[in-house]
């Protein structure tokens, strides 16, 4: 008997490469590993001490918490693109009401988190570089942002990239048996496993670290990105030169495509268990170097008193390993600061100018084909017709977001504001409060518009649900905070 299509199967690809299996499978776990080197970074070496230092392990059960949230979410960021071969954005793009309603809600609140959390990581580096070379720290940070740009943009930085991902899988190495030396006793620490809430709780400081925890709201959909361009699923339809998957893994898929409906719903809810280890493996790791910056929060900088904060910020982090290694403790650390954040900034410049450039041509694409511009497009028209390059061709826009939004617009922040925990702050407080509206609407589309035997389970989508109330309540906590109406 021949299935009749559904409405749903129009977000089903029509192709799908049979799965991996046995040792095969093991390669395509690294995307994980990737990310989480991508990913552990302002939250675990800013925020996570900080924490610390000021409640030592009392929101351990928070952190646990947030991990399974992050497991969640970024699984189902990825399952739509599996699913689809199109990006979450495309799938928030279908939504009913206005037109492209969702792209703009992520659109417009990511311009400013983009430009403050560039700003912020510069920020960082430059207070590392600051101790080893003489000038002001703001004018190293400018240099940064200025050089990774420059990289970023022109597309030839992934040697730089290996290198900083190297250098950052060397300060978690060294964070995790620092931590090992310090450690406590499970006694001490299991205190934090149970729920509690600081006397005097500083928002300013739990809910940015909440909202760098792993990935902040765009680290989620990043996600989804970063599997697909490898291949999960057979990789993203219609993928610009710059987003191809690595040669051994289109090598690995060839000629094991099928169009019949059962193999290739077979070979799907194959490939969304490849990404759910996937990204367990991304979190787990995580989680394990976040912890190992708390037990060196609580243990080495809370019973001096030091909270890192200011355009000193890397050099109070030098307490930290500095107690246990020495001299050479402190400049491998900021040595790795310097090497592994700017690895980050690079990282996030090309996330975020590919999420802007594709956010760009969806919320424009009806205008542009059906023959009615608005006033803006033909403005923009006109200018495409006089430049060099195509204005509307995805890798130019993504090359022009990251000069203006990730380039240009950090350089104005770094000018304004000398202190990086101030810049970092903000943009950890958008991210909390952007991530409920991120959870929901994906979880949304996951529910209604894929095939129901590809759909998130009950599990997954009460641990959704869930997730998005606690960010928003977060985020109404901290904005009544600024209220003054709770301390």
Known sequence: MTRKPTEQDAHFRSEVPRPPHGK?????YGPGLLWML??????????????????????????????????VMIREMARYSIVSGHTMLEGMHTLKGPRD?????????QLLAAAIGIAGLAAVVGSALGEFLPGAN????????????????????????????????????MAIVTAFIVFPGFGKVAQGLTFGWPDEPDLYVILPWVGTILAGSMGIVWFGYWTATRGFGGGLQGREPDDEQPESSRRELEGSESSSWETRLSHTQGWIRTMS??????VVGGLIVIFSFMVLGAELLAPEGIMPEGPEVAVDLTNIFSDVWGEVGRYVLLAAIVIALGGSIL????????????????????RRESGHPTPLLKWLDALDRRLPWPLFERRWLKRLYIV?????APLVILMLFSDPVQVMSVS???????????????????????????????????TMGIAGLFYLGFAVLYLLNMAGVVG
């Open 38 to 71: 991508s990913a552990v970074g302002t939250g675990s070496i800013l925020f996570t001490p900080r924490v610390a230092s000021a409640y030592e392990y009392q929101l351990l059960w928070m952190l646990l918490l947030v991990v399974l949230f992050m497991w």
């Open 277 to 282: 280890v996937t990204a367990a493996i991304g």
């Open 347 to 366: 990282a996030n410049q090309d996330g975020w100018g590919r999420s802007f450039a594709d956010m760009t041509l969806i919320v424009t694409r009806s």
């Open 138 to 173: 703001t004018l190293y940070a400018i240099a940064m942002v200025i050089l990774s740009t420059l990289f970023t943009a022109t597309g030839r930085y992934s040697l730089i990239e290996t290198f900083s991902r190297v250098m950052a899988l060397a300060l978690m190495i």
């Open 24 to 28: 095969r499978r093991f390669k395509w």
């Open 101 to 109: 309603w969702a792209v703009w809600v992520i659109f417009v609140p």
């Open 428 to 462: 950890g407080i958008i991210a909390a409060a952007h991530t409920p509206f991120i959870a929901m609407a994906a979880l949304y589309v996951n529910r209604t518009r894929l095939p129901p035997a590809l759909r998130p389970g009950l599990a997954a989508s009460v």
């Open 404 to 408: 203006s939004v990730t380039g240009v």
